[in-house]
């Protein structure tokens, strides 16, 4: 569906750099997986968009996957133009569950899979975060994840224009966020935006416009690791 206005016009009506930054010694390989094993008390800030689509709600799984590297960095994907739901928008690889999946990590998996040739085998799930549900009606459950090195990636052209990575450490950290406002229908709407300043697959600078539904997924994952 086609959005009737341009997010990244719209004016920053606020920036939460009064929120701490997770810590870096936080974002490593052992305090994450303990922080998975040992689940802290937290609520997730934003859990539910206001709907803009009548139609059932459907379940679908994300994967947010972790590269280990010099830096701890997030995998994500720009869908191409032409899909139906969220077209040309920053995602996580993920979509709709379907009946043969045993569950929501299983959805995840092979939605990367489909979608960027991750083999679940490279996988090392860490747990998920509690469902977030789009505007579109989707149920999402974000699982987590390290992608053990070793992986290739191969996107499906149909669905995926491109792949790239931006360090968790600049995700976690609030003041990166910032807040917009827009008016659709008569309905006030509000979302978060990520910018990310980062190279193209061609090795020229661009502006990553991280933003709506893949933005409030990680600040929920900011509130998990921050609790």
Do not use: C
């Amino acid at each position: 569906m086609a959005l009737s206005f341009d997010p990244q016009a719209l004016p920053v009506i606020g920036i939460d750099d009064h929120l701490p930054a997770v810590l870096d010694a936080e974002l490593q390989d052992v305090a994450l997986r303990r922080r998975f094993t040992t689940l802290p008390v937290w609520t997730p800030e934003i859990t539910v968009e206001r709907r803009f689509i009548e139609r059932p709600p459907a379940d679908a799984s994300v994967l947010v996957p972790l590269v280990q590297g010099e830096q701890i960095s997030v995998l994500l994907t720009q869908r191409t133009d032409h899909l139906t739901d969220h077209p040309g928008q920053i995602s996580f690889p993920g979509g709709r569950a379907e009946t043969y999946d045993a569950d929501a990590v299983a959805t995840a998996l092979r939605e990367a899979q489909e979608e960027i040739g991750l083999e679940p085998a490279y996988v090392d799930v860490l747990g998920t975060l509690p469902t977030y549900t789009t505007g579109t009606g989707f149920v999402v459950t974000p699982v987590v994840g390290f992608v053990k090195p070793g992986y290739t990636l191969v996107a499906d052209p149909f669905e995926v224009a491109e792949v790239f990575e931006v360090p968790l450490a600049f995700l976690m950290n609030p003041a990166n966020h910032r807040r917009h406002a827009v008016e659709v229908g008569g309905v006030r709407r509000e979302f978060l935006s990520m910018p990310f300043d980062g190279i193209d697959g061609e090795g020229k600078p661009r502006r990553y416009f991280i933003w709506g539904a893949t933005a409030a997924m990680l600040r929920n994952l900011y509130r998990f690791l921050a609790a």
